[in-house]
């Protein structure tokens, strides 16, 4: 490998999520709740790749994990090769709840602008990538306006432009469509894979929602009940170019569907039952 | 022609039921032959002729002054302890106790006691409206930077925004409702400690000037120096209600917008 060739190398792998063994246990006083057991899977860049689980699996902590603003009891989360010990520069995370991840008090343009400012991203640089994350989520003509005078759907594309325009290496999501309504949420999954396969960075899609998960995904990793492990990692060999309606009336998206909800549906009974888990 | 209309509304809403009083007062004054009531007439023109004077520069900049630093300093002290307070838990729990201990003393009766340290002049007064000013500011602020949106410092955290950054676009803006809210109880306690300072021991000021022409029978006097006073807390009001609306345009209008989703 020539020099040339690492240093490509180096920058081809700053969006690989790597999660190795982490495990999340709360000490409260006199109870331990062990929330997650083990988790060890890799995310390479520039892939999408959905996680589900049953409600109550554990998939905010481990993305909190990922992100950085929760610190694992143990094993270790790396991005591009290095160890997440607190928020890494590289990653921009889209929560579920948009009324409360907005800044109120600003407008739209400065809640997109703010996380630039503080990575002090020039002026003209800022500008231009406020109004091209904007143009690219449908919003051109709303910089002006405050987040609470938006409609939810509006507030989360607003919140998704706020972390494309931060130029991150990986994209983490947690449930970001979970509080919208059915059109909304369609509009903004296909929002999310244009976005992803124009801009080529690496997603981590977190959903309770099957079918979300395999139409988004190009993998679906299906956690297990709490204390959580990876049960199953689903390749999705859906074609690329994917559609709200044909898509989803391909026979092998209802096959997968299919697939993963019975994993979902093992998931929940996972700890209880193990031998029936295995076997099945 | 509406905009004219909704302006007229606005302006008797204002000046209204003020006028209304002042025509009463006017009117049952007028009959009195009271010394110690004088007429609406008597107290006007003793307004014009005590306060356009020199006593502007003696007694009504003195006042406003300490008012201002008094003022200023308790809402920086209060903001600056309420933050510290709010973000740290532990030292919370430690000065709680404290903390409601001093906030239970009654901040008049502090004056004998820093007229002691500090002498008549403008510092004791000035301390004397900081002491009593600086609790509502920050208790206000310790229960807006507590109640913080974990979803927003999260996001806050995810993008970097740490430190002074973190201060200045998160906690404080957040905040500020409870920050104005508190500094609104504070302006009308400076204002009274303000002129209970200086009745006390002093030589100059609002205060000093009312108690000055009570204990020499300047009756119409005395009562026109109320009426300033009043005057003053009004126009201080207003302007506070000027800087509110600046500041919280966008709390209304979140507030607004959740009431009309629910």
Known sequence: ?280 | MNVLKAGARAFLHLFGLPAALLALWWFFAARSDSFYYPTLNEILSAFGETWFSSRIVDDVLPSLWRLAVGYLGAVVLGVTLGVLLGSHRQLRALLEPVLEFFRAIPPPVLIPVLMLFSGIGDSMKITVIIVGSVWPVMLNTVEGVRAIDDVLADTARCYGITGAARLRRLVLPAASPQIVAGMRQALSISIILMVISEMFASSSGLGFAIVQFQRSFAIPEMWSGILLLGLLGFALSLLFGLLESRVLHWHRGLRQSQKGEK
Not at chain 1, 23 to 37: H, M, P
């Open chain 1, 1 to 280: 490998m020539t020099s040339t060739d690492v240093k490509s190398a180096v920058r081809a792998d700053s969006g690989l999520l790597d999660v190795r063994g982490v495990q999340k246990t709360y000490y409260g006083s006199g109870r331990t709740v062990e929330a997650v057991r083990d988790l060890t899977f890799s995310v390479g860049t520039g892939e999408l790749a959905c996680i589900v689980g049953p409600s109550g699996a554990g998939k905010t902590t481990l993305l909190k994990c990922i992100a950085g603003l929760l610190p694992p009891t143990g094993g270790e989360v790396r991005l591009g090769g290095a160890r997440v010990q607190g928020p890494p520069p590289g990653m921009a995370v889209v929560f579920q709840e948009y009324g409360r991840s907005l800044f109120p008090w600003m407008t739209v343009a400065d809640n997109i602008a703010l996380p630039l400012k503080q990575k002090r991203t020039p002026k003209p640089r800022r500008a231009a990538l406020v109004a091209e994350a904007l143009e690219s989520v449908g919003l051109r003509d709303v910089p002006h306006a405050y987040p609470w005078q938006l409609s939810g759907g509006m507030q989360q594309r607003v919140a998704i432009a706020r972390a494309i325009a931060y130029e991150p290496d990986v994209l983490l999501m947690d449930e970001p469509f979970a509080a919208v309504d059915a059109q909304t949420r369609a509009e903004l999954e296909d929002l999310t894979r244009s976005l992803w396969r124009n801009l080529g960075m690496t997603v981590l899609f977190v959903t309770h929602d099957i079918d979300e998960a395999v139409y988004l995904g190009q993998r679906v990793l299906v956690l297990s009940g709490s204390p959580t492990v990876v049960m199953e990692d689903v390749a999705v060999d859906l074609p690329a170019e994917r559609e709200q309606l044909s898509t989803r009336a391909l026979p092998r998206f209802a096959e997968l569907r299919a697939h993963v909800y019975e994993q979902v549906q093992r998931a929940k009974t996972f700890h209880t039952a193990p031998a029936a888990g295995a076997s099945a």
